[in-house]
């Protein structure tokens, strides 16, 4: 660990008086190339990253109130996509991915969560198929947004992933995918992260960023609510500290009604289904020089592999090894062929949240928060196992 330069509560009050140096991690990979890590550690006080990307693990809780007579929804679907009703009376979740019963790939949950976002007036189907003496009745159905509903929170159980594998497709055939329309015969490659920008890329070992840290989140506050699933920091890491292909992940969660429809945004892929782009913005203090070297990373300094998604495995072959600046450049070369590389992260709307949470930070609204338990850094993802012959149990 470096030579600690300044605490998070020397950081917030100089937030507090508008005294602290704020820049964003593109900014400071050259601060860092410019004047070093020990002068760029005296110098800057926060840090601010930033990552617009198709997350599918998400998803929001909606409390609707209760209706006359009281009913136990069990069941139902908002603008005719199904939502999970197996929790309290009248509190339901709404993944993105859920499709609607009528439109398919066209519509989904995200665009629910969008509409919802945009103040849309949205359709509300309940039943209860088992009626009960304290909630008699047996179906609902009418029309809700954002200002008629009580509770309304954005809940993603794995976001913001710490660095992701690229695609690529040696079949010949054109497959369809989550990394998008991978075309055959190494036709070209996709990738999926802000790289230098991206924020635990910017923090490598999870220092600063844990349970409660307090994040942007969908262009509203947002907190980090638990480890994310598939958390898996014991990867393979580069002579930067950098892992290389998917590791850590962060469950986030945020207040849906103060959200912009700008940084959540449904989408949908081609032959594989909705999904919703969700922006996601985390301040890193700069407490010490190592943290300054971390945030100083560049796209030439953060490698990841390239996997054939052709093979219905989930041991994909690597195809190659390949860092940032390369995966950006627009081409890659595999097997002697220059190849088309095109990411389905937005690179721009990312440098706009860190430019955001930058602003913010430097006018006063938006003061760091100390985290209440760190990730663990020893958990390992383990794949599904298929166990047969357990009829009897």
């Known amino acids: 660990m470096g030579k600690t330069t300044r605490t998070l509560e020397e950081i917030n009050e100089k937030i507090k008086k508008g005294e602290a140096v704020v820049v964003t991690a593109e900014e400071m990979t050259e601060i860092v190339k410019k004047e070093g890590v020990e002068e760029s550690a005296k110098k800057v006080d926060v840090v601010t990253t930033g990552t617009f990307g198709p997350m ?60 919802f976002v945009k103040g849309r007036l949205l359709k509300l189907e309940a039943f209860s198929p088992k009626p009960s003496d304290c909630y008699p009745g047996k179906e609902i159905k009418t ?35 989550y990394m998008g329309v991978l075309l055959p015969r190494y036709g070209n490659v996709t990738y999926s992260t802000s790289s230098q920008l991206s924020p635990l890329l910017n923090d490598p070992f999870y ?12 262009g509203g506050i ?37 959200m912009s429809p700008r940084f959540l945004k449904a989408s949908t892929f081609e032959g594989y289904g909705v999904s919703l782009y969700v922006g996601v ?7 010490d020089e190592e943290l300054a070297q971390a945030t100083g990373i560049s796209d030439e ?3 990841t592999v390239i996997l054939d998604y052709s093979v219905p495995s989930r041991s994909r072959p690597v195809v190659k090894k390949v860092n940032y600046a390369q995966l950006r450049s627009g081409s890659v070369e595999i097997n002697g062929k220059k190849v088309p590389t095109g990411s389905i992260t937005s690179y721009a709307r990312s440098r706009e949240i860190a ?38 149990l």
């Not at 929001?60 to 309290?88: C, D, R, S």
């Open 222 to 258: 947002g907190y980090v609510a638990w480890v994310g699933t598939q958390h898996n920091p014991k990867k393979e890491r580069n002579q930067h500290n950098i892992p290389i292909g998917p590791a850590g992940t962060l469950a986030l969660i945020g207040n849906l009604k103060e």
């Open 301 to 303: 300094e953060i490698e």
């Open 143 to 177: 029309y809700f947004n954002k200002e008629t509903i009580n509770e309304a929170y954005l809940f993603n159980p794995r976001n913001a992933y710490q660095n992701y594998a690229a695609a690529t497709n040696s079949s010949p055939q054109i497959i369809y995918t």
């Open 56 to 115: 599918c693990s998400s998803g929001a809780f909606f409390n609707f109130g209760h209706a006359e007579p009281p009913t136990k929804i069990a069941q139902g679907t908002i603008n005719n996509v199904p939502f999970y009703g197996g929790l309290a009376a009248v509190d339901v979740f709404l993944g993105v991915t859920e499709q609607s019963l009528n439109k398919g790939l066209e519509y989904g949950g995200a665009h629910v969560i969008e509409d």
């Open 355 to 392: 430019q955001i949470l930058k602003d913010w930070i430097k006018g006063g609204k938006f003061f760091l928060s100390p985290m209440v338990e760190p990730l663990p850094t020893d958990t390992t993802f383990k794949p599904l196992e298929i166990i047969t012959g357990t009829e009897g």
């Open 281 to 287: 913005g985390i301040p890193i203090p700069i407490l």
């Open 207 to 218: 220092r600063t960023i844990g349970i409660g840290t307090r994040i942007f989140l969908g």
